[in-house]
């Protein structure tokens, strides 16, 4: 059997909160709006990296945030040309972030923080 990435999956707060930070901040593209469920979502198309948004179901007991390690996700990772010159491009838009442009093993990355407290990794790989 082969397995290979197929999407990403995040219960949000603010569907259209989320959905705003995809597209705006980081060049997303909506695919389509749909229900998971019963809970409402929307398709999102990140350069060929699926993303699925939903809020909570009526029936589901959402009991933490993002604003703790735990375990499970810990960060989503893109890969970007200029660490640099996107972190400043997202500093411009009001983004915050927790980990400045920092060398690291094979490049730079750069953390920062979306919605619901999510954090996203922006990795510069250097050759």
Known sequence: ??????HFHLICSDLEDM?????????????????FGTADGATLDLNGTR???RVKREDENIT??????????DHLGLDVEDVDAAYRE????????TVPPT???NGR????????GITIELFQTIR
């Open 1 to 6: 059997m082969e397995y290979r990435y197929h």
């Open 19 to 35: 959905e705003r930070f995809f597209t705006g901040m980081l060049g997303a593209k909506l695919v389509e709006r749909r229900k």
């Open 51 to 53: 993303i699925n948004l």
């Open 64 to 73: 933490g945030d993002s604003s703790q390690p735990r375990y499970g996700y």
């Open 90 to 97: 997202l500093k411009e838009k009001g983004i915050t972030f």
């Open 103 to 105: 060398d690291a093993v």
């Open 109 to 116: 990355m750069a953390f920062l923080k979306g919605p619901d």
